[in-house]
Structure formats: structure tokens, C-alpha cells
């Protein structure tokens, strides 16, 4: 990544990562619109389970989401992806999302668990999310992140 600031006359790349905060485990995207932001959080939280790298596009699930901010969108986004790849055994690639006001329109791309080739570190029966904020910052990134337990 370049130490450079940002201009604002490109976009950066929209990145995540899964980093401590207080002592908890959090999870954080970061991209040039709340969408972007929205759909590289999801794939940090994927990486506490399985390396994206690995999965392919065979499956795509939609996701509704309603609430009245961006940080109760950002809680029930969270919970959908966690709840698809416990219930149904999905692992996932990449996200899309697109938010309308107080809803989110989102859609993982992936397929079932294959053990051998996800080697999963951990398996997804529930998720504990806490502490989430989405926010802009003066250069005009998006960030969204919250604490995880998985």
C-alpha cells in the first residue's frame, strides 16, 4: 500500500482487515462509497473462517436487510452472512451491496463448504457483533467496521 496521501484524484482500492481493538477482534472495510465499505467488511469477516481465496463462484444468495442507520444495517448485513454460511454451509468470495435509504440490498457469491479445499479454521454456528460504526472520513473514504466474536 502507498504512504502517499490521498489526492481524491483517483480511488484508492477498497480494502479490509481483521485487527484488535480494545483486546476484541474487529473487523473493517474501507472503500470510496458505504457499498464498497460494506461489501469489504463482509469479506473480513469471512477470513475468520475460511480464505476467500480459496472458494469459487458456483452459488449466488441474495440479502434484504432493514434498520434505521447505517450501523444496525451493518449489524444485520453481519448476522445474514453468518447465518449463510452456518446454516447452509456457504462460503463466500466477494459481496455486492447496494443501499436504498434504510435498506440494504446485498448478494454473496461462492459456493458450499468443501473441507478439503476451504480447510475451514473454525466452524460458524453464531456471531457476537458489537461496537459498529460507519463513517466518512475527510478525504472522502468510507469505513465500516464493528468487534466480532465467531
Same mark, same amino acid.
Given at each position: 500500500?502507498?504512504?502517499?496521501? &490521498?489526492?481524491?484524484?483517483?480511488?484508492?482500492?477498497?480494502?479490509?482487515?481483521?485487527?484488535? +481493538?480494545?483486546? #476484541? $477482534?474487529?473487523?473493517?472495510?474501507?472503500?470510496?462509497?458505504?457499498?464498497?465499505?460494506?461489501?469489504?467488511?463482509?469479506?473480513?469477516?469471512?477470513?475468520?473462517?475460511t480464505?476467500?481465496?480459496?472458494?469459487?463462484? +458456483?452459488? #449466488?444468495?441474495?440479502? *434484504?436487510?432493514?434498520?434505521?442507520?447505517?450501523?444496525?444495517? /451493518?449489524?444485520? &448485513?453481519?448476522?445474514s452472512?453468518?447465518?449463510?454460511?452456518?446454516?447452509?454451509? /456457504? +462460503?463466500? +468470495?466477494?459481496?455486492a451491496?447496494?443501499?436504498?435509504?434504510?435498506? /440494504?440490498?446485498?448478494?454473496?457469491?461462492?459456493?458450499?463448504?468443501?473441507?478439503?479445499?476451504?480447510?475451514?479454521?473454525?466452524? *460458524?454456528?453464531? $456471531?457476537?457483533?458489537?461496537?459498529?460504526?460507519?463513517?466518512?472520513?475527510?478525504?472522502?473514504?468510507?469505513?465500516?467496521?464493528?468487534? *466480532?466474536?465467531?
Amino acid at each position: 500500500m502507498s504512504t502517499e496521501p &490521498w489526492t481524491g484524484d483517483e480511488s484508492p482500492p477498497p480494502r479490509w482487515e481483521v485487527f484488535s +481493538r480494545g483486546g #476484541e $477482534v474487529a473487523v473493517r472495510g474501507e472503500g470510496r462509497t458505504p457499498e464498497v465499505a460494506f461489501e469489504q467488511v463482509a469479506l473480513a469477516l469471512c477470513t475468520r473462517v475460511t480464505d476467500p481465496s480459496t472458494v469459487e463462484v +458456483r452459488e #449466488e444468495v441474495d440479502v *434484504v436487510c432493514d434498520a434505521v442507520d447505517r450501523e444496525g444495517l /451493518l449489524m444485520d &448485513w453481519l448476522r445474514s452472512v453468518v447465518q449463510l454460511m452456518g446454516s447452509r454451509r /456457504l +462460503r463466500f +468470495r466477494c459481496f455486492a451491496v447496494r443501499l436504498d435509504g434504510p435498506r /440494504l440490498f446485498g448478494r454473496g457469491y461462492g459456493e458450499h463448504l468443501d473441507p478439503v479445499r476451504h480447510r475451514p479454521s473454525r466452524d *460458524v454456528r453464531g $456471531v457476537t457483533l458489537s461496537g459498529p460504526t460507519v463513517r466518512r472520513s475527510a478525504d472522502g473514504r468510507w469505513t465500516a467496521e464493528c468487534e *466480532v466474536e465467531v
